[in-house]
Nanobody, 127 residues
Framework: QVQLVESGGGLVQAGGSLRLSCVVS????????LGWFRQAPGKEREFVSA????????NYADSLKGRFTISRDNAKNTVYLEMNSLKPEDTAVYFC????????????????????WGPGTQVTVSS
């Protein structure tokens, strides 16, 4: 059984930073492409960032480029999301997701592409 558990969320002032972590267990971590999504109150879940199995390829929502950085540590079975210059509109529940794939260089921006999801971690940015 595959499990994903996010951590690192919390309350931060605008302009601050947070680093989210997501530990994936249950199967070989290196076989997964990974993604981060978020859902704000009253809004649909939206894509934040994705990373390929190899970690060589990454993708970001256009509005987040330059502020957020995704990375992975295959030795620790963990994917990270570094978030800088946070804004109140970044307030949301952040979810990590995993998809098993044979393609080492592919990443996926659509939530329907993912097979496994974590329960989410709350990020609140105060103004």
């Amino acid at each position: 059984q595959v499990q994903l558990v996010e951590s690192g969320g919390g309350l931060v002032q605008a302009g601050g930073s947070l680093r989210l972590s997501c530990v994936v267990s249950g199967r070989t971590f290196s076989t997964y492409a990974l993604g981060w999504f978020r859902q704000a109150p009253g809004k649909e879940r939206e894509f934040v960032s994705a990373i390929s199995r190899s970690g060589a390829n990454t993708n970001y929502a256009d509005s987040l480029k330059g502020r957020f950085t995704i990375s992975r540590d295959n030795a620790k079975n963990t994917v990270y999301l570094e978030m800088n210059s946070l804004k109140p509109e970044d307030t949301a529940v952040y979810f990590c997701a995993a998809r098993s794939t044979v393609f080492t260089g592919d990443f996926y921006a659509g939530d329907i592409s993912y097979d496994y999801w974590g329960p989410g971690t709350q990020v609140t940015v105060s103004s």
